[in-house]
């Protein structure tokens, strides 16, 4: 287990080196949730005053989200470029294990996400939202949570594929029904009977639904759900995300 | 060093009614002896890469069992990969890195503490003749200094086996030499057993100790590259006289020792295997013969030979035919 860890943040801190040399794409990933909290978020209020409470209580949970799925989806990019020079061969030509190999990227995911989630909450607390110490910390974890399983499945789908030319439909094909049926933009409550129902299905939607639940203070029977199903996705990625990294000729 | 029996790799292409079995390995046995330098040769698609992968733990082989540094590659694969260096064809680097901190990191995967891959990595750097380039991005490197730091990066853990895959593919002439140089220090320098790939025919001859050429997934050959030619065919030893009288007395001489002799004018030619030693007593025997020789040229056999000899294919139509347009390959002049 030390020498697991030990790898994994050796792998850690070369990745965070390269990003921080590149640091581009951290902002460039960080301006869609704050281009949508600033331009999109007001057009919210009149809808919300409907709900109670400020809209951006209601908001900037749905964009924690958008923000652990959207931008963990394309971490596999940069793993398929570190392929395509041979780097993922030769870390799997030595001794560490290779499951190590995914967890050191994964840190760097989820620390890239941490710091995205907390300028994008302390942005939302500017702008008037309202939420519990103890609830914003309990739905940054489950979103930092999703955002590893993302970026495990998308590391992933990244070594399965190895072209970016068939990773960029997969991911747009997944993440349009996401963004519609999860209710991160609007309430699915608000749609038709029908379109909640199928909303149901939709794991991503239980997660935003406990993660502005937190937020909110309610602790109830959806919280459950979305803590199951964030734990769920988590396990499922990361046994996907090791199998192939395992993998021979990966 | 390395003891491998009968390997056998085989894939499966295509979907459907489309679906084929490829056998890229059929049965390869292998040894290798400690310090020795060994040329895998081969023109592409031969099945020397998947070989290598399968030596260094890389794939599962579909059939037989490998040792490698004395560890078994399917069960102990862990001990394996802690034993070798592996220098890929793609190289190992990410492009915008430092190189220096590449390096270190892979050293520091292999156990290593950080002060002990920086000091290790900055002796192979001078050793390599990369110094300077510690805090350089490998895309702003030429071919040559690329493929040196691949080796530094094979060598950070000391290992006592290296494999080098097509290490010299891509590079210009004046820099494929270089890096032979570098090669061949391995041995020397770090006292390592290497293991080296390649579909050139003048790189395995200059390198390596013994020749292990693969054909369609199959060892067809196995020596020292003079046994080979040897073997095969022969020196070609070219002899000019200066009459017609002469010509038969060359060619009575020259066919006591030779098995096939032609005769063009006044050049009486012949295949004599080891002609090192065997021309000097010829030449006696024309001398007290009374022949007055214009000239005498021996002419050694190329690896092609060899290889066209072994199967029935030049190196260079395989090659042809594996669709091969290598633009940075030797031309004829280096090569011979």
Known sequence: MTLFLRESWIVFNRQLRMNLRNPAWVIIGMLQPVLYLLLFGPLLRPVIEQLGGNQYTWFVPGMLVQLGIFGAFFAGFSLIGEWREGVIEAERVTPAHRSALLFGRLYRDLLQLLVQAVILVGLGLSLGMDASVGGIVVGVVLTLFLGGACAAASNALALTTKSEDVMAPIINVVMMPVLLLSGILLPMSFGAGWLERLSDFMPIRHVVDAVRGAFFGDFDSSMLWGVGWTFTLFGLAVWWGTAVFRKENS | MIEARGLVQTFHTGRGKQK??????????????????????????????????????????????????????????????????????????????????????????????????????????DQLQLEGLWRRMPKN???????????????????????????????????????????????????????????????????????????????????????????????????EVATDEQVTIARDKLGSISSDLTIEGHHVRGRVPRAGRAVPGLLRDLENAGVQLESVEVVRPTLDDVFLTLTGRSLRDAEAAAGTTDSAAPTEEVLS
């Open chain 2, 20 to 125: 084929r079995e490829v056998h890229a390995v059929s049965g390869v046995d292998l040894e290798v002896a400690e310090g020795e330098v060994v040329g895998f040769l081969g023109p592409n698609g031969a099945g020397k890469t998947t070989t290598l992968r399968i030596l260094t733990t890389l794939l599962q082989p579909t059939a037989g069992t490998a040792r490698v540094a004395g560890y078994d590659v399917a069960t102990q694969s862990v001990d394996v990969r802690r034993s070798i260096g592996y220098c890929s064809q793609t190289g190992s680097t990410f492009s915008s890195a430092y190189a220096g901190d590449e390096v270190v990191d892979h050293g520091m995967l292999y156990g290593m503490s950080k002060a002990a891959a920086v000091a290790k990595g900055r002796e192979l750097f």
């Open chain 2, 141 to 239: 490197m030429s071919g040559g200094q690329k493929r040196r730091l691949d080796i530094a990066m094979a060598l950070i853990h000391s290992p006592s086996l290296v494999f080098l895959d097509e290490p010299t593919t891509g590079l210009d002439p004046q820099a494929r030499i270089n890096l032979w140089q570098h090669i061949a220090d391995l041995r020397t320098r770090e006292g390592a057993t290497v293991f080296l790939t390649t579909h050139y025919l003048d790189e395995a001859d200059a390198l390596a100790d013994r020749i292990v050429i693969i054909d369609r997934g199959r060892i067809v050959a196995s020596d020292t590259a003079d046994n080979l030619k040897a073997a095969v065919s022969g020196d070609l030893v070219d002899l």
